[in-house]
């Protein structure tokens, strides 16, 4: 039984070894070609106003009251000709963002915008579909699209249009940044996570020449690419990862821009994160479902090591049932396996010590050292990091599962705060598998002090931690809720755009929570 659970155990164990192995290889890609990264910028020519295209920017939004107007406002102070940019504010919202979207986008026709409000009576394909309605009517050759939680920089046209003057760049990316990083522990970890996903992977796979996706907002499209990449489709919940690649196999390259910078809010509740990582671990494995096979084909006309690249791109979140099972493999390894011999201790304890530790370390402190933070920073936060990333493997496990058994699925939007802390929100339920983990993973930190596996003992712990920390976050969420009173997901309510029309004539009357009264809601 002992041989079993190792061979069980080492196995598991080299595929995590090998996911970290690449990590550190994408550090090494961002040295060996910084200077390819580096010359980025200069690639965008340099147009002048009466030759610079119409560019269309689609904001598509669904139930943002809390941030709608911020989003709006950026955009008005966006540093390009008013006569060649084309706002379109992309609504499904069923509650007031409505009525507050309708009057931002008039305000902005008043200033000499063309801006256009486009409301959707359903959700048909949900983001995707709202993309692809947009898409019909948008006047601009160029597509620049931003989320709801986004705030566009003023320069942010300006900086990437030029690199549409080569005719075979179909998309431009630009560096994501967090209007709440220190907000609280759970926003500086994610924000260290996304900090990692742009400093290293994009700046990594751009300069290898390696392909990398669009992330769903803070970009600008070429239409043509779009088009002849065969539009936005909603078969995956990642409908960004799906036409990047689709896009990339028709031959359009991408640029990746980590000098210009597109803040965003980062979600501050355990159920809103956990909501928005379910989806994109479910909407990336349904992209490796429907593409990976494509991708990875001789016939795909890619190299060798894209496609291989592309392979480790595509199915990082099949390392979270792994870290589910390895959480349950080493309790009764370490009740069955003697470490009383430093034999044992090198095959066992230090390859869970080491595997994941060192290209962790490097991959993050290139990604706070790259946007001129302290490498300090991300090491006092890997921890915390490590930890959060095991508190959320089993809830990434289930998306992991639903992707690859189902195509499509609800888009869950992620609640924001914005000017209003508690309109939206997500609400979990109580968390079984976290609590049933941590407590397999606090009896196997005993065990690795009773049983002499001491390399072992610190990475259980934090295993325990990270159960630990979500189950109680998502906990005193739930009865937070409960007991405060506040309300869930307002878009589960059904509400006519004609009603809105009324209210709109008649004022909307807010509560003391933000929400609208039960009233108007029944109107």
């Known amino acids: 039984m002992s041989i079993v659970l190792c061979v069980l155990y080492f196995a598991v164990l080299a595929v995590l070894s090998t996911y970290g192995l690449h990590r550190a290889h994408l550090v090494y890609l961002c040295w060996r070609n910084r200077v390819t990264i580096a010359r980025v910028p200069s690639l965008a020519l340099r147009v002048s106003d009466e030759e610079l295209p119409v560019v269309t920017l689609q904001l598509p939004i669904f139930n943002e009251s809390t941030v709608i107007v911020r989003l709006l406002a950026s955009v008005a102070r966006m540093d390009y000709p008013r006569a060649k940019l084309h706002i379109q504010v992309l609504d499904d919202s069923t509650d007031e963002t409505v009525v507050i979207a309708r009057r931002e986008v008039e305000k902005l026709c008043e200033a000499g915008y063309d801006a256009e409000y486009v409301h959707r009576v359903n959700r048909v394909g949900y983001k995707a579909g709202a993309l692809d309605h947009g898409l019909r009517t948008a006047k601009g050759a160029f597509i620049a699209i931003f989320d709801a939680d986004f705030v566009c920089s003023p320069d942010f046209v300006r900086a990437v249009v030029g690199h549409f003057l080569d005719e075979k760049v179909g998309c431009v990316q630009a560096r994501w940044a967090h209007l709440n990083r220190e907000a609280s522990l759970l926003t500086k970890i994610q924000a260290l996570m996304l900090d990692g996903h ?19 907002t803070g970009g600008m499209w070429r239409r043509q690419a779009i088009v002849e990449a065969g539009g936005w489709q909603h078969d995956t919940l990642t409908e960004d990862l799906d036409l990047s690649y689709r896009a990339q196999l028709k031959g359009w390259r991408f640029i990746y821009r980590p000098d210009v910078v ?12 956990r909501a928005q990582q379910y989806r994109w671990a479910k909407g990336t494995v349904q992209t490796a479902r429907k593409l990976l096979r494509r991708v990875v084909s ?17 199915t990082p979140h099949f390392t979270y049932p792994l870290m589910v099972m390895l959480s349950l493999l080493l309790l009764p390894i370490l009740v069955t396996v003697d470490a009383t011999n430093w034999k044992v201790m090198l095959l066992i304890d230090l390859p869970m010590c080491l595997a994941p530790l060192g290209s962790l370390v490097s991959f993050y402190m290139l990604a706070e050292s790259a946007q001129g933070r302290s490498r300090w920073s991300a090491i006092k936060l890997l921890p915390a990091l490590i930890a959060l990333g095991a508190g959320l493997a089993p809830h990434l496990t289930m998306a992991v599962r639903a992707g690859l058994r189902e195509g499509g699925g609800e888009f869950i939007r992620t609640p924001k705060n ?106």
């Open 198 to 216: 742009h400093m290293v992977e994009n700046r990594a796979r751009y300069g290898a020449g390696f392909l990398f996706n669009f992330s769903g």
């Open 262 to 273: 597109s803040p965003a809010e980062l979600p501050e509740d355990i159920a809103a994160l």
């Open 298 to 314: 001789k016939d795909s006309g890619l190299t060798a090591s894209q496609r291989l690249e592309a392979a480790f791109h595509m």
């Open 418 to 523: 914005g000017n209003s802390r508690g309109r939206y929100r997500a609400v979990a339920g109580i968390p079984v598998p976290e609590i049933a983990l941590g407590l397999v993973s606090a009896t196997s930190a005993v065990m690795a002090l009773v049983r002499g596996h001491w390399f072992v003992f610190p990475f259980v712990s934090l295993f325990t931690a990270g159960y630990a920390y979500i189950a109680y976050l998502v906990m005193s969420e739930h009865y937070g809720v409960a007991v405060e009173g506040v309300a869930v997901e307002v878009a589960t309510v059904p509400v006519l755009e004609e009603g809105f029309s009324d209210m709109a004539h008649s004022g909307v009357r807010r509560s003391n929570k933000g929400l609208l009264a039960s009233d108007e809601l029944a109107a």
